[in-house]
Each structure stands twice: as C-alpha cells, then as structure tokens.
C-alpha cells in the first residue's frame, strides 16, 4: 500500500469516503479497525480506482452485505434500546 504519488483532489476524495465510511461502520457497529479501512481504500486505490462508491464497496466488503453495497437496499440500523 502506498499513500504517495496522489493528487491533493484524490487525496481530498478519498478522505471524503473514509469519513462517511467510518460513519457507517459506527451507526451498523461493525468490527473493522479505521487501520483496516484505509489499507483497503488504500489497496484498490493503487491500481486505479478512484470511484467513491466503488472506495467504499472495497471498504465494506465482507462486512455489509452485497445488496447494501450496491445501495440496492436501504441500509437497517438496529440496536437495542
């Protein structure tokens, strides 16, 4: 993984996945460490993707699932009360 060679528009983009994606991660109470997250932006971003919500699915994946990834189904936030 490499966090070098962007432009500050990419970097400006990519801090803006993150943001909402650790959001996400908080309101469903999943158990990935913001570590992981970026390593996993970071990952796909190397080879050349750069679509937020592509980001994001690579972010998610195998934490959410893949019909709340494609956003085909309206994310559920249950907790007890």
Known sequence: MR????TSEEL???YDVLDRVVS????RELRITVYEMIHRLFEVADKGERDPARLREAVLKGFVA???LRGDVEPRHWRAA
């Open 3 to 6: 966090m070098y060679g962007y």
């Open 12 to 14: 400006q983009s990519f």
């Open 24 to 27: 996400e991660v908080a309101d």
């Open 66 to 68: 893949a019909e709340a």
